[in-house]
């Protein structure tokens, strides 16, 4: 059969689809079955299935089956950097804000204002910012064991361009890099736009297991690993410091760079170590102001092992990356009179005001998070899948994002991991994670797969929306699909 042939097919399935013959969440046949049915061969009914797979029409499922997707598709990764729900409740976002913030800010901002001020603010900055800029942020992310060096600071618009630059200066395209079985979506958009291939690597309950990662790089070499160390998205494990020890030591003896993404990190125990001190020339540390203070002027900051910073800055002056001068200047402000601390401070109180907020109204069923985290990891009640709740949900008026868009699918096959990686111990009863607690080591078969949980952004509403939300997610999840 030609490639226009099954190509009719396929658009047959998603006129069916679109008329509403073939619902959200209905599985289509075998591939043998259909093929049968419809006089083909059985390699052309999988390249129908693989055509509707790419136009985001359905979603196959190791060991299930293929089902309709609940909505249409968005771009990779969107859902989590922009509104993309007509939801009145959107749960995808996950923005923090407090109550005064503005005001906060606001106090900031006004000597930036100033005529004879605000031309050198407008000025274009390096890579490497201001002198300014580099002793500021090197005091923010400093923890006890860890003080960046100021000069090893490179600036970008927000964390995200500082995790692109750091990926196009270390990985050339068609390169293989490590990363958690369930990642941050954007990370997936900035891979493929660079050409990189994305190794899912097994987690446990303390995060990226070690010898997954020396088992990836048997199998071929990678060029780099990234890693959420500390209350990783979207499962809330916090690595602990046995975990990291062993992952620098590992590094080390492959030589392998890691890109160590701490934006969520300033919620976490100032105790907690990052990667870059047990590994300093190895990592490049990726953080932000966008949690800490707001997405709508914000600055990313990379941090790179000592001689590399020319390398990384002119990645970040190629992919046009580089931080504005105003928001640089805004953000050296804020964090030297106390601005970010105090929004800090409040945001770590408001986040454990949200989680207990998912502890009572979702009592009873497997959430899991951390208490000072701002996203609950939710495994849906069977029969519930992913897909389908999110579209139960949304038809609620609530937002949530599906387990699948943070699944990596395994190399060369398309297939997605069925893990459900090893987050902090689940929520019941009413009761907040402990940030210490752990689950034990994770085994394949134990593991929930994404495409039966949802992610829980608890960040970007009000605490009453937040509250009338759950209550629905709840009444949605208890009444089955």
Same mark, same amino acid.
């Given at each position: !059969?030609?490639?226009?042939?099954?190509?009719?097919? @396929?658009?047959?399935?998603? &006129? $069916?689809?679109?008329? &509403?013959?073939?619902?959200?969440? $209905?599985?289509?046949?075998? #591939?043998?079955?259909?093929?049968?049915?419809?006089?083909?061969? +059985?390699? *052309?009914?999988?390249?129908?299935?693989?055509?509707?797979?790419?136009? +985001?029409?359905?979603?196959? =499922?190791?060991?299930?089956? *293929?089902?309709?997707?609940?909505?249409?598709?968005?771009?990779?990764?969107?859902?989590?950097?922009?509104?993309?729900?007509?939801?009145?409740?959107?749960?995808? %976002?996950?923005?923090?804000?407090?109550? +005064? #913030?503005?005001?906060?800010? @606001?106090?900031?901002?006004?000597?930036?204002?100033?005529?004879?001020?605000? /031309?050198?603010?407008?000025?274009?900055?390096?890579?490497?910012? *201001?002198?300014?800029?580099?002793?500021?942020?090197?005091?923010?992310?400093?923890?006890?064991?860890? =003080?960046?060096?100021?000069?090893?600071?490179?600036?970008?618009?927000?964390?995200?361009?500082?995790?692109?630059?750091?990926?196009a200066h270390l990985v050339r395209p068609g390169g293989r890099v490590g990363v958690e079985s369930l990642t941050y979506p954007l990370v997936k958009e900035i891979a493929g736009r660079l050409g990189v291939t994305l190794v899912p690597i097994?987690?446990?309950?303390? /995060? !990226?297991?070690?010898?997954?990662?020396?088992?990836?790089?048997?199998?071929?070499?990678?060029?780099?690993?990234?890693?959420?160390?500390?209350?990783?998205?979207?499962?809330?494990?916090? !690595?602990?410091?046995?975990?990291?020890?062993?992952?620098?030591?590992?590094?080390?003896?492959? &030589?392998?760079?890691?890109?160590? $993404?701490?934006?969520?990190?300033?919620? /976490? $125990?100032?105790?907690?170590?990052?990667?870059?001190?047990?590994?300093?020339?190895?990592?490049?540390?990726?953080?932000?102001?966008?949690?800490?203070?707001?997405?709508?002027?914000?600055?990313?900051?990379?941090?790179?092992?000592? +001689?590399?910073?020319?390398?990384?800055?002119?990645?970040?002056?190629?992919?046009?990356?580089?931080?504005?001068?105003?928001?640089?200047?805004?953000?050296?402000?804020?964090?030297?009179?106390?601005?970010?601390?105090?929004?800090?401070?409040?945001?770590?109180?408001?986040?454990?005001?949200? #989680?207990?907020?998912?502890?009572?109204?979702? @009592?009873?069923?497997?959430?899991?998070?951390?208490?000072?985290?701002?996203?609950?990891?939710?495994? %849906?009640?069977?029969?519930?899948?992913?897909?389908?709740?999110?579209? @139960?949900?949304?038809?609620?008026?609530?937002?949530?994002?599906?387990?699948? =868009?943070?699944?990596?699918?395994?190399?060369?096959?398309?297939?997605?991991?069925? %893990?459900?990686?090893?987050?902090?111990?689940? !929520?019941?009863?009413?009761?907040?994670?402990?940030?210490?607690?752990?689950?034990?080591?994770?085994? #394949?078969? /134990?593991? *929930?797969?994404?495409?039966?949980?949802?992610?829980?952004?608890?960040?970007?509403?009000?605490?009453?929306?937040?509250?009338?939300?759950?209550?629905?997610?709840?009444?949605?999840?208890?009444?089955?699909?």
């Amino acid at each position: !059969m030609s490639g226009a042939d099954y190509r009719l097919i @396929a658009d047959r399935i998603a &006129g $069916d689809i679109a008329a &509403g013959r073939l619902k959200p969440g $209905d599985r289509l046949p075998p #591939q043998r079955v259909f093929a049968r049915r419809r006089g083909i061969a +059985g390699s *052309t009914a999988g390249r129908v299935y693989g055509e509707l797979v790419r136009r +985001g029409l359905v979603v196959g =499922e190791v060991g299930r089956g *293929t089902f309709v997707r609940a909505a249409p598709p968005v771009s990779a990764g969107r859902a989590l950097a922009e509104p993309v729900s007509s939801a009145p409740v959107n749960l995808e %976002l996950n923005y923090p804000s407090v109550p +005064g #913030q503005s005001e906060l800010l @606001a106090a900031g901002l006004a000597p930036l204002l100033r005529a004879d001020v605000l /031309g050198e603010a407008l000025r274009t900055a390096p890579a490497a910012g *201001t002198a300014a800029a580099r002793e500021a942020a090197a005091g923010l992310l400093a923890v006890p064991g860890w =003080e960046p060096v100021p000069e090893r600071f490179l600036f970008a618009g927000n964390a995200r361009q500082a995790i692109a630059g750091a990926l196009a200066h270390l990985v050339r395209p068609g390169g293989r890099v490590g990363v958690e079985s369930l990642t941050y979506p954007l990370v997936k958009e900035i891979a493929g736009r660079l050409g990189v291939t994305l190794v899912p690597i097994a987690t446990d309950g303390e /995060g !990226m297991r070690t010898e997954a990662v020396a088992a990836a790089h048997r199998a071929a070499p990678l060029s780099a690993v990234y890693v959420q160390p500390t209350l990783h998205n979207p499962t809330s494990v916090t !690595m602990g410091a046995g975990r990291r020890g062993e992952l620098a030591t590992l590094v080390r003896e492959l &030589g392998l760079p890691v890109i160590e $993404d701490r934006i969520w990190s300033f919620l /976490g $125990d100032a105790g907690e170590l990052p990667l870059a001190a047990y590994a300093p020339e190895r990592v490049y540390v990726v953080d932000g102001l966008s949690k800490r203070v707001a997405p709508g002027l914000t600055v990313g900051f990379l941090v790179v092992p000592e +001689g590399r910073a020319e390398g990384a800055a002119a990645a970040l002056r190629s992919g046009g990356w580089t931080a504005g001068r105003f928001a640089l200047e805004a953000g050296v402000r804020w964090i030297g009179d106390g601005t970010v601390g105090r929004l800090v401070v409040a945001k770590r109180d408001d986040a454990a005001a949200r #989680q207990r907020l998912v502890a009572e109204h979702l @009592a009873g069923f497997v959430v899991r998070g951390d208490a000072r985290g701002y996203y609950a990891w939710w495994e %849906l009640p069977e029969p519930w899948r992913a897909d389908t709740f999110c579209a @139960a949900a949304a038809a609620r008026g609530v937002a949530v994002t599906s387990g699948v =868009e943070f699944s990596v699918p395994v190399v060369g096959t398309g297939r997605r991991p069925g %893990l459900g990686s090893g987050p902090a111990a689940p !929520m019941n009863g009413g009761t907040p994670i402990a940030p210490a607690a752990r689950l034990p080591t994770e085994t #394949q078969g /134990g593991a *929930t797969p994404a495409a039966s949980c949802v992610r829980l952004g608890l960040a970007s509403v009000s605490l009453s929306e937040l509250a009338g939300a759950l209550r629905v997610l709840g009444d949605v999840a208890r009444s089955g699909p």
